[in-house]
């Protein structure tokens, strides 16, 4: 099936630091959405993709859907504590189940 | 409003017992799914709820038994489940089912089979 490669596994970075993952695909996608889960909890939405070369902010978060449609980036400004969690990219491709990354874990240090 | 609300959030069951998980939306999604995930792993698809009828079963053991009663609940029946469906069971919901659309999550139901 299709299989999403997420980088890096994991982030250990200091507080007010500029943080940046990725995710690629051998396979065309219509759609790349990034949700972030904090322990215990659910995912939740953090931005939406649908047209290539989209560049979209959502507050400190800015993500990208790439020229060629098999990648997309998350970029987290001034990271602050509460930003600690899972982040995991998303994507369609046709009329498919959304298809996960494995995730990135990110720890701030204060 | 984008809340999917579900319940219990924590459930202990032993290997014989028969238990439910609860989740309800009221978007006006017409798409429900129930994923399962373990520690450190991303969401595994295990139903998707597309217009109040089951349209894919990614080849869950029959131990989990979904059920749809409207389009704003989704259930999750439990019987006779083994230790290693231990894990976070999340249920979504999007406008319309599998297509580019947005799936939003509920807190998810932490199980314990003992």
């Given at each position: 099936g299709q299989q999403l490669n997420q980088s890096p596994q994991s982030m250990f970075i200091q507080e007010g630091e500029d943080v940046s993952m990725n995710c690629t695909s051998s396979s065309i996608f219509n759609t790349w959405l990034w949700y972030k889960q904090d322990p215990g909890e659910g995912p939740v939405l953090l931005i939406a993709l649908y047209k290539a070369g989209?560049?979209?902010?959502?507050?400190?978060?800015?993500a990208q859907f790439g020229i060629t449609r098999k990648d997309s980036f998350l970029n987290i400004s001034a990271s602050i504590p509460s930003d600690v969690g899972i982040?995991?990219?998303?994507?369609?491709?046709?009329?498919t189940p959304l298809v996960f990354g494995k995730g990135t874990r990110l720890s701030v240090i204060a | 409003d984008t809340e999917v609300t579900q319940?219990?959030?924590?459930?202990?069951?032993g290997m014989t017992n028969k238990k439910s998980l609860k989740c309800e939306q009221h978007m006006g999604h017409r798409a429900m799914y129930w994923y399962k995930q373990?520690?450190?792993?991303?969401?595994?698809?295990?139903f998707v709820y597309s217009y109040e009828k089951l349209s894919i079963n990614e080849s869950v053991p029959s131990r989990f038994s979904p059920e749809c009663p409207n389009s704003s609940l989704l259930n999750l029946h439990l019987?006779?489940?083994?230790p290693e469906d231990s894990a976070l069971y999340l249920c979504a919901s999007s406008q319309v089912p599998h297509e580019s659309d947005e799936q939003y999550f509920g807190?998810?139901?932490?199980l314990t089979v003992t």
């Open positions: 989209e560049l979209t902010s959502n507050g400190r978060l800015t982040y995991f990219c998303a994507g369609h491709s046709g009329n | 319940t219990p959030k924590h459930l202990v069951m373990k520690a450190k792993k991303p969401p595994e698809l295990m019987h006779a489940l083994q807190p998810g139901t932490r």
